[in-house]
């Protein structure tokens, strides 16, 4: 089991910014020995999930989409979303996606087909961002117990993206509290300059959040106010949507 919880380690230490990782990239980010991880690769490309760039690098191969596309395809929340997120977008004009909290991250699960890529860094299916400086992770963050959301907030990387971003705990339980109350968060460019984003938790039955959706905009061409007031409604209908079919 080791074996195995190692080689799933050096598979999510490859980044979407650098195409290929060397042994001693993925040893340092994983904290695995160099021999383990050379090891993990060997059986990794036997397998077809990755393949050899050349003599020091590798890159991850189509066949590890395999590994996800049984989540994807079987989980009523993801295989329901994409025509939501598509009306959201069609509705804004604005690219929209869901999340689920995945530890201290947000994973991006489902995109509008028609999201345009409005950030510095592309976010596809599968993508992570941190929880506490995004607004879907904020309103996922609001659903945990307060003991469970100050340890997680303890124990967080809290990293300054931007000049506006929240690092502190209090700060952060601030808004998180904020977002509780109000059903919604707004991010103003906390993440990257430029970037705002509003998002709403989406409840199952038993009214238990279990992921967020979102409008990401170019913070030029849209006020807070303005999301506020006319993107709010659309996101709030667009959850409730997706409660009542995933049940």
Same mark, same amino acid.
């Given at each position: 089991?080791? !074996?195995?919880?190692?080689?799933?380690?050096?598979?999510?230490?490859?980044?979407?910014?650098?195409?290929?990782?060397?042994?001693?990239?993925?040893?340092?980010?994983?904290?695995?020995?160099?021999?383990?991880?050379?090891?993990?690769?060997?059986?990794?490309?036997?397998?077809?999930?990755?393949?050899?760039?050349?003599?020091?690098?590798?890159?991850?191969?189509?066949?590890?989409?395999?590994?996800?596309?049984?989540?994807? !395809?079987?989980?009523?929340?993801?295989?329901?979303?994409?025509?939501?997120?598509?009306?959201?977008?069609?509705?804004?004009?604005?690219? %929209?996606?869901?999340?689920?909290?995945?530890?201290?991250?947000?994973?991006?699960?489902?995109? %509008?087909?028609? %999201?345009?890529?409005?950030?510095?860094?592309?976010?596809?299916?599968?993508?992570?961002?941190?929880?506490?400086?995004?607004?879907?992770?904020?309103?996922?963050?609001?659903?945990?117990?307060?003991?469970?959301? %100050?340890?997680?907030?303890?124990?967080?990387?809290?990293?300054?993206?931007?000049?506006?971003?929240?690092?502190? *705990?209090?700060?952060?339980?601030?808004?998180?509290?904020?977002? *509780?109350?109000?059903?919604?968060?707004?991010?103003?460019?906390?993440?990257?300059?430029?970037?705002?984003?509003?998002?709403?938790?989406?409840?199952?039955?038993?009214?238990?959040?279990?992921?967020?959706?979102?409008?990401?905009?170019?913070?030029?061409?849209?006020?807070?106010?303005?999301?506020?007031?006319?993107?709010?409604?659309?996101?709030?209908?667009?959850?409730?949507?997706?409660?009542?079919?995933?049940?």
């Amino acid at each position: 089991m080791t !074996s195995l919880a190692r080689g799933l380690a050096v598979l999510a230490a490859f980044s979407q910014q650098a195409r290929g990782r060397s042994i001693a990239q993925l040893s340092l980010q994983t904290g695995i020995p160099r021999a383990a991880v050379r090891r993990c690769l060997h059986t990794l490309a036997h397998l077809g999930y990755v393949g050899v760039e050349d003599e020091r690098t590798f890159v991850l191969k189509p066949h590890v989409l395999a590994l996800g596309y049984a989540y994807l !395809s079987s989980t009523p929340l993801v295989t329901s979303a994409r025509p939501i997120l598509d009306h959201v977008s069609e509705t804004l004009h604005e690219s %929209s996606s869901m999340a689920i909290l995945e530890g201290e991250d947000i994973m991006y699960v489902a995109r %509008s087909t028609i %999201s345009a890529r409005i950030m510095s860094f592309d976010l596809g299916v599968g993508s992570r961002l941190p929880a506490y400086c995004t607004s879907m992770g904020r309103v996922l963050l609001a659903d945990l117990p307060p003991t469970e959301l %100050s340890r997680l907030l303890r124990h967080a990387q809290l990293v300054a993206y931007t000049p506006r971003t929240l690092v502190t *705990r209090e700060a952060l339980e601030a808004v998180i509290g904020q977002a *509780r109350h109000d059903g919604y968060s707004v991010v103003d460019q906390e993440l990257e300059l430029g970037l705002r984003s509003i998002a709403v938790p989406v409840r199952d039955s038993r009214g238990k959040v279990a992921a967020a959706i979102n409008v990401s905009v170019q913070a030029g061409r849209v006020t807070t106010a303005e999301m506020q007031k006319r993107f709010v409604p659309v996101l709030h209908a667009a959850a409730r949507d997706l409660g009542m079919l995933i049940g």
